[in-house]
């Protein structure tokens, strides 16, 4: 009996995460799954994100190539390789390639071949005929992946401002949007998890209802803009803020881990203390995931004087302990 509540305990642990290989795979060809938001978008709406997210990883293949070659900017080919990275783990067949290519020579990183061979397919699956060209020469893939495709370098995050993303949105989107990345530094938010949130949960749409009364930019339900002091949920500062208080309470409230903090905001922090992780509902993992691959990481810096953490992480915490031991 102590031996399966171990067992069934650790699985708590790591029921949340996806596979390695998967998850890497199918963040590099971007084929996660379709997401029911909180509030139901436009079709204009979810193109409209797809679009940003699109040619943001094209515009960071375009950076990579300025540094790969010394383009305006110092020639630095290791850094070109992590912006080339970051490009493919969000899904653009020109940063696959060029990766690719670097990987097969040797430039800006150690020579692989199984590396190159992973990123040629992959391109050549979104239709690259260089890649495809390339494939002939370099061999099978086995699936191979550097760890950037798992979480980029945080050199990334420091190079590239999240500027480049809002100034592809709409001119009324841009305007929410950097009152959200302006005000989520006050609340110890990080702008690019509060702009995940924000265009996951509503495109940045101040109207936006979902048909279980979430309203706003943020999506609050009723309970949580009380919770948070919100008295006008349609008025985009006020419903901000509200939502960056309560990310700011479930950072704390889960010590910094990002997959459940979203997961607690898209399904209440009740659910995954009761799942030990992250529901298994639909909706949920595919928020989840989608908001992991556009931060990037999986650790958030917290407030512990927030609130008290989670008894459900101690609980996981020893359960994942006792079965390293055993």
Not at 15 to 33: C, F, M, P
């Amino acid at each position: 009996m102590a031996k399966k509540k171990r067992n069934a305990s650790a699985q708590g642990v790591t029921a949340y995460r996806l596979s390695s290989i998967a998850r890497r795979v199918r963040q590099a060809l971007g084929l996660s799954v379709a997401l029911a938001c909180s509030a139901p978008l436009a079709a204009a709406d979810e193109s409209l994100i797809a679009r940003a997210f699109a040619d943001h990883a094209s515009y960071l293949a375009r950076e990579a190539l300025s540094y790969e070659h010394g383009e305006g900017v110092p020639r630095d080919q290791p850094y070109a390789a992590r912006l080339y990275c970051e490009s493919a783990r969000l899904g653009d067949p020109e940063g696959m390639y060029a990766l690719g290519w670097m990987y097969a020579n040797g430039r800006g990183v150690e020579r692989n071949d199984d590396f190159a061979a992973s990123f040629f397919e992959m391109a050549a699956k979104k239709g690259n005929e260089h890649a495809a060209r390339m494939q002939r020469y370099i061999g099978e893939s086995t699936g191979a992946l550097p760890d950037c495709m798992e979480t980029p370098s945080t050199l990334i995050v420091q190079r590239w401002p999240i500027e480049a993303l809002v100034a592809r949105l709409p001119p009324a989107r841009q305007q929410v949007a950097r009152m959200l990345t302006e005000l989520a530094p006050k609340y110890g938010i990080q702008p690019q998890f509060a702009l995940a949130i924000g265009l996951t949960e509503s495109a940045l749409n101040p109207q936006a209802v979902s048909p279980k009364s979430a309203m706003g930019v943020m999506q609050l339900i009723p309970e949580t803009a009380e919770r948070f002091n919100v008295g006008n949920v349609y008025d985009p500062e006020q419903n901000i803020r509200g939502g960056l208080a309560y990310l700011r309470w479930l950072l704390a409230y889960f010590e910094g881990d990002i997959a459940l903090a979203a997961a607690g905001y898209n399904a209440g922090e009740g659910a995954v203390d009761r799942y030990r992780g992250v529901p298994p509902y639909r909706e949920t993992q595919a928020y989840v995931e989608r908001i992991l691959r556009h931060v990037g990481q999986e650790r958030h810096p917290y407030d512990s004087s927030v609130v008290s953490p989670s008894r459900m992480l101690r609980t996981l915490r020893l359960a994942s302990q006792e079965d390293h031991e055993t």
